[in-house]
Structures are given as C-alpha cells and as structure tokens.
C-alpha cells in the first residue's frame, strides 16, 4: 500500500541491502523498505549502543536509547534531506538522546566496572577476565582486558564534552567536521575538546601510556 | 620559535595527520628540541592506538525484537499525496521570504514593461516624441514671437524667425544678412 510500511510476521527484514551504500538505503526507506529499515539497524545498531553506552555509563539505559535513536529515524526519513551522511545523522539523534537523558537524570555516570563482567555486554558473550596465574600463560590477553577497561573508566571519567568527542574521533573514526556537526560546535571547539580529552585520558591512563 | 603553550594544542592534530605542512614542519622542529612536548606526543600516539582497539559494545540478543515491538506499535503514517500546496509551502521553510521577494520584484518589472509598452504604443505611426514635441515646438516660436514682438532690437539674432524665414524664401529684393545659419 503506497505510503505504509510493508511488514511481515517476522519484525525486522535484514539481508537484501547487505552491500548497498547508506544513501541507497535512505531512499528505499523512503519508500517504506522494510528491509532496508533491517539493514540500517544491522549496521548501525551496535556503533550506536557502544557510544551511548559510554556516554551514560548504564546498559538497560543505552539499550531503550538506542532503539529510541532508530524509532526517531524511522518516524522522519521524509524529512531527511540528505545533506549529512546517514551517520551523522544517527549520531546527531544519538547525541541529542544523550542531552536529553542526562537532563533528566542529572546524576553521576561514572562506571563501576568488576573484574567478573563479561567485556561485551551481550548475554552470549564468551569473553571473561582471567585471574593472574603465573603457570598459565595468557596473562598478555589478561592485560589486554585490563587495559581494555582502564580505558572504559578513564572514558567515563572525562566530563560529557570531552569524553563524545573523544568516543566519535578516537573510537568511531569520525571527521573534524562530521563531529561538529553531531555536537553542533564550530570545528576548532572539535580540536580543543579533543586535545583536552586526550590530555586529561593520557594522566589517567599513565601506566598504559608512558613509553 | 613558538613555546610549548603554543605547540602543544597542535600536538594532538599531528598525531592525528591533519596539520598542513608548514604546522607540521613547526611542530617537528619543536618537538625535536622540547623533551616535554616531544613525550606528550609519544604518549598521545600510544594513546589513540590504544583507543582504537577498545572493542564495540553489543546490545542484548532480543534488541532486535524488542525494536520491531515499538515500530509496529507506532501509528502508521498516511499516505503522502502527490503534491498538494501546503505541503510545498511548508517544505520550502526559510526559502519562503526570498521565494516571495523574487516574486514580487518579477512582477512588479512585469507591470513596469507592460506600462511602458501601453503608454508607448498610443496611436499609428506616431511616436511619443512626435507627439510630444510639436505641441511644445509650436509653444516655444509662439513664445519667442511675443517675446521678440514684445521687445524689438536691432540684433538680428532676435528677428521673428518665422519672418526672416519667410524674408529667405523671397529671394530677389529681401534683405540678406548672410548666411542665417550664423544668425540663429
């Protein structure tokens, strides 16, 4: 029917768009392309989850934003006008649900992180913390995980301006100019948070990173 | 030679390989003379590459799930129309004021040619000079008649210029001054 989604018993479709670029997945979803809805979701989902995962510090909490990021992209691809990357674009909702969240919530976001965790928050995750055993020889993935979550506190350390532009340059590779965009500052306010945070992450990583 | 307080913004954007030349030819030489600096640069470096394998999170296997849950539970959109007028005035936004501005300047030149054209275009093979040059032609030597019968002299530069035309066109026993082209 022209104008609604098509859907199926099944939710959402993925599969069919795999190798198609974002901009062709817009225009399908324009089109109420539920399978190109699918593919975006594959793609962007767990990019999206790391980030507001470490912008609020909590996994029930980055789970619901995250699907509210998708639920607002879904209700307003009309009004998409393609001058941004879709990526911008989702980081932009992403980073505006971040604001909104902490608003409401206004408390204190650092992260407590135990040795007992699995590293991934997802419940079929085989990755685990091993204690120090000098017989047994994987202690270089055991300091590999310690460090791994040295970095995951000191990130939650940093004050939210510094710490979403570090997340998008450092650990999702976006551009000078994208991040301005998605946090809507001029682009030499993009360097300085970023050279701050570095700054403010290279004293409290300084174990891991002195030469 | 720039100090540290200066170079070391600068630091972080090396390490990041978006200096241009001539800031990247600055910040070497600093850091090549600069201990401070120059192991606040090694420290970043070791520091993005251990950004950069900090894994990706994954949210829990029903995400998927419970996303599709809130889709289908969202009202469904109506179908939008073809085109309709304030749909297109709504899209055009900020566009408005400056779609409005060229309008009206368009047609108010539309009207400015129009009325030329209708005030020009009186009657057949007559132009608007013509017609409103005799009028005020005829006006003048009628003036220039009263005036010079009004105050007689004998310049002849005054003489009725009907008259000394009319004098011209007798050639035998009229009064020559010459040439009345020097005279006028």
Known sequence: ?211 | MKNCQAIAPLISEYINGTLDSKDVWMVQSHIARCEPCALMAAEFQTLTQLLKKVPERTPTSSFDEKLASRIASLPQPSPRPRFSLSIFWQDMGRSRTTVLRSAIALASACAAVLGIFLVTSRGPNTTAFENAETPLLTHCIEQHRIDSAAQPLSDLSVQDVSARQDAQNQPSDALSYGDDQDNL
Not at chain 1, 80 to 85: E, P, R
Not at chain 1, 129 to 157: C, F, G, N, T, W
Not at chain 1, 189 to 209: A, C, E, I, P
């Open chain 1, 1 to 211: 029917m022209i104008g609604q989604w098509t859907r199926n018993s099944t939710g959402l479709q993925q599969g069919i768009f795999v190798s198609y670029p974002d901009k062709i997945l817009v225009d399908r979803c324009r089109a109420r392309d539920q399978s190109a809805f699918g593919e975006i979701v594959a793609r962007y989902k767990n990019k999206l989850y790391s980030y507001i995962f470490r912008m609020t510090g909590n996994a029930e909490d980055a789970e619901d934003l995250t699907q509210e990021v998708f639920v607002r992209m879904y209700s307003s691809f009309d009004t998409f006008k393609n001058q941004s990357s879709l990526s911008t674009w989702l980081f932009r909702i992403a980073s505006n649900i971040c604001i909104d969240s902490f608003r409401r919530n206004k408390k204190n976001r650092s992260i407590a992180y135990s040795l007992d965790e699995p590293l991934h928050s997802a419940e079929d995750s085989e990755a685990t913390h091993e204690a120090p055993d000098s017989s047994y020889e994987p202690h270089r993935q055991y300091m590999r995980i310690e460090h791994q979550e040295q970095i995951e506190v000191a990130l939650s350390k940093l004050p939210e301006k510094l710490r979403e532009v570090v997340l998008l340059y450092d650990l999702e590779g976006a551009a000078y100019d994208e991040i301005a965009e998605i946090v809507n500052c001029p682009l030499g306010t993009v360097k300085s948070r970023l050279f701050n945070g570095r700054s403010q992450l290279r004293k409290l990583l300084s174990d891991y990173v002195a030469p």
